[in-house]
């Protein structure tokens, strides 16, 4: 079973950035990022192809993401830059799912355990 690691979290102040990272223990295809706030649903964040070539983002978030896989690794990173405090949460990673299905959740084979954004104002 492959197995997907995050790292990279951490207590931040707001206006600061963090870079998560996620490593595969084995061949993947399609990663993202999702997250869950206290008394909240997770949510799509963002995701890149098996290629590293294709990235969608969540619309409210676009323009303080950026999501990078070099060509066919079994890595991942999201940078958020500026934090905020309402991007405090526990960001997950998922793995493996047809493209077109990216934004659902419930459609990823793969996920890590999590990891805590703390962000301070």
């Known amino acids: 079973q492959v197995q997907l690691v995050e790292s990279g979290g951490g207590s931040v102040q707001a206006g600061g950035s963090v870079r998560l990272s996620c490593v595969a223990s084995?061949?993947?295809?399609?990663m993202a990022w999702f997250r869950q706030a206290p008394g909240k649903e997770r949510e799509f964040v963002a995701a890149?192809?098996?290629?590293?070539?294709?990235?969608d983002y969540v619309d409210s978030l676009k323009d303080r993401l950026t999501i990078s896989r070099v060509d066919f690794t079994k890595q991942t990173s999201l940078q958020i830059d500026p934090l905020k405090p309402e991007d405090t949460a526990i960001y997950y990673c998922?793995?493996?799912?047809?493209?077109?299905?990216?934004?659902?959740?419930?459609?990823?084979?793969?996920w890590g355990q999590g990891i805590q954004v703390t962000v301070s104002s």
């Open positions: 890149v192809d098996w290629r590293g070539r294709t990235s």
């Open positions: 998922a793995a493996n799912v047809n493209w077109g299905e990216r934004r659902s959740a419930a459609r990823y084979d793969l």
């Open positions: 084995g061949t993947v295809g399609a």
